[in-house]
Antibody, heavy 120, light 107 residues
Framework: EVQLVESGGGLVQPGGSLRLSCAASGFTVSSNYMSWVRQAPGKGLEWVSVIYSGGSTYYADSVKGRFTISRHNSKNTLYLQMNSLRAEDTAVYYC??????????????WGQGTLVTVSS | DIQMTQSPSSLSASVGDRVTITCQASQGITNYLNWYQQKPGKAPKLLIYDASNLETGVPSRFSGSGSGTDFTFTISSLQPEDIATYYCQHYDNLPITFGQGTRLEIK
């Protein structure tokens, strides 16, 4: 059974850093396209970043230069390192896997989400 | 960036009703469109991919259609468990973007 379990969220001050983790089971992270998608409280969905199976990474303009997506193959875990956090980064962060077929952006499995709150 | 505009923003319907949500892209995206269902406090769930393909395990009362800039999502007979917010999402190019969501309620 495919499962994604996020962790690492919490309260952080503006300008601070946080690393989110997404532990996967039932499939191999490094063989799939994996993304982070966030949702501010009461708002819609916003794609944040993707890592391709080949290792290429891409980011939304709103986080480029501040966030880094990565994976640890032996731990089968996806990460999102978030630096220089701003109030507008406050959101529930989901990791999501793309379904097979070669398309990176059809998210068939999602984690339960982890809340990041940026506030002083 | 491609803007995705959903209509309506909210909708109230009765059990058994046919429900239709539209999604318009700010430029042509061929059929590079997904539809998701999100229930309160839960992660989104993929229902439709490539504009009209039903994801495995999703009930057949859900369907999607369209291409280019105009897309439609339909629930043929609304069930109580369909109460949720529905999002369209394009993947024509980066950044991928989502519609603002359509909140569906039972009348």
């Amino acid at each position: 059974e495919v499962q994604l379990v996020e962790s690492g969220g919490g309260l952080v001050q503006p300008g601070g850093s946080l690393r989110l983790s997404c532990a996967a089971s039932g499939f191999t992270v490094s063989s799939n396209y994996m993304s982070w998608v966030r949702q501010a409280p009461g708002k819609g969905l916003e794609w944040v970043s993707v890592i391709y199976s080949g290792g290429s990474t891409y980011y939304a303009d709103s986080v480029k230069g501040r966030f880094t997506i990565s994976r640890h193959n032996s731990k089968n875990t996806l990460y999102l390192q978030m630096n220089s956090l701003r109030a507008e980064d406050t959101a529930v962060y989901y990791c999501a896997r793309s379904r097979g077929g070669g398309n990176p952006y059809q998210f068939d499995y999602w984690g339960q989400g982890t809340l990041v709150t940026v506030s002083s | 960036d491609i803007q995705m505009t959903q209509s309506p923003s909210s909708l109230s319907a009765s059990v058994g009703d046919r429900v239709t949500i539209t999604c318009q892209a700010s430029q042509g995206i061929t059929n590079y469109l997904n539809w998701y269902q999100q229930k309160p406090g839960k992660a989104p769930k993929l229902l439709i991919y490539d504009a009209s393909n039903l994801e495995t395990g999703v009930p057949s009362r859900f369907s999607g259609s369209g291409s280019g800039t105009d897309f439609t999502f339909t629930i043929s007979s609304l069930q109580p468990e369909d109460i949720a917010t529905y999002y369209c999402q394009h993947y024509d190019n980066l950044p991928i973007t989502f519609g603002q969501g359509t909140r569906l309620e039972i009348k």
